[in-house]
């Protein structure tokens, strides 16, 4: 359940963005700069959160009124092993650390739906938290470090936890709408696994921002998944992705090595936290994403 400690939204007097160089933190940048908010964007080159010299640099940086969002992570397209994960855990670590020295107005976290079982389904917020790789066990582990450090500062904690997320500014050329896409643009062919037949939710990333942007407006507290509740497979995708950009790509089947998954979720609690609140739809998302693709 998430809790609103305010129940009309007010603008925040700033925002500290740990991660603001990313594909989430300058869609979240753009926003609130955008409505007025004073933002503090640090990227990893400004503060290097995998450093303990991080600690007093990030705690010097924060004032007791600010809202401060944690975005930062070396994600799996950088790596997908141990030293990534480990790498992950210090970037929490060293957070956590400085939010003990100096509290803040509200810590919002972007975690990952990667935390949930993967036979969760549908997936609400109360769903069984069983990761089967080392992202979700990173995001997992930060979430309670997170926990446990706002508790005993008194400090709301908001962790929105998306599924895929997509959009023009992707930094990482992930499997699904990123990569068909800009595949599609090309003229290239577009590999699936299988058919294609895996069926996952895919986020619009605007839509992501829209609703951090909410929750710092009403300093909210809880947890929330990010979702539309559509289900898509893989293969559909690729076509849509195809039939947006008028693309000569072919659909191209490959082996599959994994056992074929599907992903479902309940948005009951976004409607029920933001009523106002609209989804994008992926066949929108992907409309709009080609305007901002280089043509």
Do not use: W
Request: with cysteine.
């Amino acid at each position: 359940m998430i809790e609103h400690r305010q129940s009309s939204p007010r603008k925040p007097k700033r925002v500290v963005i740990a991660g603001a160089s990313g594909f989430v933190g300058t869609d979240l940048c753009a926003k609130l700069q955008g409505d007025g908010v004073k933002v503090v964007p640090l990227s990893s080159t400004d503060l290097d959160l995998c450093n303990s010299g991080s600690v007093e640099k990030l705690q010097g940086l924060m004032e007791t009124d600010d809202v401060v969002v944690f975005v930062s992570a070396r994600t799996p397209d950088k790596g997908k092993d141990i030293h990534t994960l480990m790498s992950n855990l210090a970037m929490g670590e060293n957070f956590c650390a400085a939010l003990s020295k100096q509290a803040c107005k509200q810590v919002v976290y972007v975690s990952s739906d990667a935390v949930y079982a993967d036979d969760a389904n549908p997936i609400r917020e109360d769903s069984c938290c069983h990761p089967s790789g080392y992202h979700g066990i990173m995001h997992l582990a930060r979430e309670a470090m997170l926990r446990e450090t706002c508790s005993a500062a008194k400090i709301p904690l908001f962790i929105l936890r998306p599924s895929l997320l997509f959009g023009a500014g992707d930094t990482h050329n992930g499997y699904g709408p990123n990569r068909f896409m800009r595949l599609a643009q090309s003229g290239e062919d577009i590999k699936v696994f299988g058919d294609g037949e895996e069926k996952r939710d895919h986020v619009y990333v605007p839509d992501l921002t829209e609703l951090t942007h909410a929750g710092i407006g009403h300093c909210s507290e809880g947890v929330l998944n990010v979702a539309t509740g559509q289900s898509h497979s893989f293969h559909d995708v690729a076509t849509a992705a195809i039939a947006q950009l008028g693309s000569k790509s072919q659909i191209a089947p490959q082996p599959r090595s994994t056992t074929i998954t599907h992903r479902h979720f309940d948005v009951t609690e976004i409607h029920k936290t933001f009523p106002g609140f609209s989804i994008t739809s992926l066949e929108t998302g992907l409309e709009m994403m080609a305007g901002g693709l280089d043509r």
